[in-house]
């Protein structure tokens, strides 16, 4: 089954405990890409990646990291989490689309981060 | 980079046919735009694309104005399982650098 797959779903931690979201593709996408969900907010873009080893950022990178090493994983890492990172978080990955318009998005189920 | 505007909700009837704006004043040539839906607790899923004129699948149609400065998404004959947010989306293809999703309408759909 085509799946983009996060984990964890659901995570509560403290103020500068490192942490990590894993998000993997089975698709064998070129683009990847994490976003964040907040109310009223809708989704904001966090880093993307056109293909392995090829990242950038997004609308709101700050206090992230990713990285790109295969082709199927995108990893997303918050070095020392902040309050202001508790979010619903959501990786999706793509077809890179180049015969026009970027390719259809499939999302993760999410992963809820509480940052205490 | 286009940014788009929608309305926060909206409200319909089942049955009825539901029309849902998106403005992207800013749009670039090559953008296309493409709609969402998600439900509570779920990642969003793809709806539609498309880049000029009219576009149709078996759930929806998207109708983009010459100007292209604007879109609409038309679901017809609702049902309550169409209760969830819609995002419209504009992005281009051979680099989607920073793909802007708007904050989404609420669409809630009534007995």
């Known amino acids: 089954e085509a799946q983009v797959t996060q984990n964890p779903r659901y995570l509560i931690t403290v103020t500068g405990k490192k942490l990590t979201v894993t998000c993997s593709q089975n698709?064998?996408?070129?683009?990847m890409s994490w976003y964040r969900q907040d109310p009223g907010l809708g989704l904001r873009q966090i880093y993307y990646?056109?293909?392995?080893?090829?990242?950038d950022k997004g609308d709101v990178p700050e206090g992230y990291k990713v990285s790109r090493k295969e082709k199927r994983n995108f990893p997303l890492i918050l070095e020392s989490p902040s309050p202001n990172q508790t979010s619903l978080y959501f990786c999706?990955?793509?077809?890179?689309?180049?015969?026009?318009?970027?390719?259809?998005?499939?999302f993760g189920e999410g992963s809820r981060l509480t940052v205490l | 980079l286009a940014k788009t505007t929608q309305p926060i909700s909206m409200d319909s009837y089942e049955g009825q046919e539901v029309n849902i704006t998106c403005s992207h004043n800013?749009?670039?040539?090559?953008?296309?735009i493409t709609w969402y839906q998600q439900f509570p607790s779920q990642g969003p899923r793809f709806i539609i694309q498309?880049?000029?004129t009219k576009v149709t699948n078996e759930v929806a149609s998207l109708f983009i104005p010459a100007d292209r400065k604007s879109s609409t998404l038309s679901l017809p004959r609702v049902s309550l399982s169409d209760t969830a947010v819609y995002y419209c989306?504009?992005?281009?293809?051979?680099?989607?650098?920073?793909?802007?999703f708007g904050a989404g309408t609420r669409l809630a759909v009534h007995p």
């Open positions: 999706a990955s793509s077809f890179e689309g180049i015969t026009g318009g970027h390719g259809e998005l499939f």
């Open positions: 698709m064998n996408h070129e683009y």
């Open positions: 990646s056109m293909n392995v080893e090829v990242t």
């Open positions: 800013n749009i670039a040539t090559n953008d296309y």
């Open positions: 498309g880049y000029k």
């Open positions: 989306l504009v992005g281009f293809s051979g680099g989607y650098n920073k793909l802007i």
